[in-house]
């Protein structure tokens, strides 16, 4: 059993599916000095938190890395995750990669670093080179599937791999796996039939998916209350017959004491969760977009950024030093200037010989 103990921070409840004491476990009153500290990290140890840490920077300065090779002509297009960072880690640290499923979208790119995809084979992707893990370079970055992990992104037409994700999770509950699939997606992808109709039938079947919407209040340049006449996308939960939870996206702590309850109810036959965490957009939508036509300067100016909260909360907490920091941001540059090394060198896919074409697109012997 997981221990979650309450922290102010906890997502705000939609539906009265998910008790208060489901959502938060145990009482933390009288508990001795010791165990109060953990409860403050929702049993994260100070290791856990650098390491959630030093992979949100990772992420950070790998998407700085990849919208510079997009500046210079090398890489076609890039969907930031600038503003997602915590939520990502947060979410992705409380599932299992040796059995779960990962269905993301193109915006993940912190969840796949955390999942062990390293930043050479992302920049293999982003400068469509040959050795690429999820399509041999051949589909928009970050799409494919890995079968290193379960991670997989079919398509880049919004929300057509939410009902797909259900079938997962249907495959996985028909054969008695204890594997839970997450589905990430946007708030505008939110809006979608194929939304809908995942959730209903999650719902119907209590199916063991976790709903992860990453609300950044934008689908492109469309904003949020023109997208959805309702508060919020979790309050959609209750339609669809299961527990529907908002969370500070900010808050890799909050964020993950939220998915571990998720992550638990679904692989214990509890059926579906939707989680909605709130992050911001640090970015336009792609490198093909420009946000100053659509967000006026006050409000770009105003976003609040994932990783500074997060530092905050670290240094607060007595976790995070100056030297440390500023290792970690330094192992960082080194690592993403390493594999911008070894990707700009790498070739480009060709199309005879052994990367052919149609490789990855039918099951053969041996190779598939
Ligand atoms: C069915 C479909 N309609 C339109 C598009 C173009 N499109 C690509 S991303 C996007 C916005 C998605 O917004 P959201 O789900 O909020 O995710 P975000 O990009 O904000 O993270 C749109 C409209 C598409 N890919 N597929
Ligand atoms: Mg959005």
Redesign the pocket.
Known sequence: MFQIRKRKALGRKYNDRMSTDELTGTESAGAEPEEQEADAAAGLTDDDLLEMYRVMVLSRTLDERIWLLNRQGKAAIV?SAQG?EAAQIGAVRATDPARDRYLI???ELCTILALGVTPTEILLGFLAREGEPMSSARQFPLHGAMDRVDIVSFS?????HMPQAVGFALADKIRGNDSVTIVY????????GDAHEAMNFAGVHQLPIVFFC???????S?PLRK?MAVESVASRAEGYGFPGVQVDGMDPIAVYEVMIVAMEKARSGGGPTLVEAMVE?LYP??SDDDHTRYRSQEEIESMRDPMETTERMLVERGTLGDARREQIWEAARRQVNEATEVAEAAPLPQPTGKHDIFRNLYASDGEA
């Open positions: 969907a997602h979208y193109y915006r880049n037409v919004v929300a057509t997606f946007g708030d505008g992808a939110a809006s979608m990453e609300n950044n209040g934008y689908a492109i469309v997208q957009r939508h792609t």
